[in-house]
């Protein structure tokens, strides 16, 4: 079973950008949909973006155009970056995955559609 780990987030001024990285120990990640998810307190969980296993991505519309989801060449992250951030993008950022057939669908950014969380880091936005 995948055990997926987030890296990279922290405080960022507001205009800058943040690269987030998942992975997973002793896996590729290439027989699951990766996500990224946000949380900001009292708000809905929120998707950020995804990629299918044929690397086709959905994202989700807070972000749209601000932010890039992508494989590493050897399939083993998922990277999210992010770029003019802005407060309102301080959020707890989680990855998430699920198993799926290769298809030519647009992933889901529904959250209860994926199995396997990892532990969520932290992302302020504050100067």
């Known amino acids: 079973q995948p055990h997926l780990v987030e890296s990279g987030g922290g405080l960022v001024q507001p205009g800058g950008s943040l690269s987030l990285s998942c992975a997973a120990s002793g896996h590729t990640l290439d027989p699951w949909t990766i996500c990224w998810f946000r949380q900001a307190p009292g708000k809905e969980r929120e998707g950020v973006a995804c990629v299918s296993r044929t690397d086709i991505k959905n994202y989700g519309g807070s972000m749209k155009g601000r932010a890039s989801i992508s494989r590493n060449k050897a399939r083993t992250a998922v990277v999210l970056q992010m770029n003019s951030l802005q407060r309102e993008d301080t959020a707890v950022y989680y990855c998430?995955?699920?198993?799926?057939?290769?298809?030519?669908?647009?992933?889901?950014?529904?959250?209860?559609?994926?199995?396997?969380w990892g532990q969520g880091t932290q992302d302020s936005v504050s100067s």
């Open positions: 998430a995955g699920r198993e799926d057939y290769l298809s030519n669908d647009r992933p889901s950014l529904l959250y209860s559609e994926y199995t396997y």
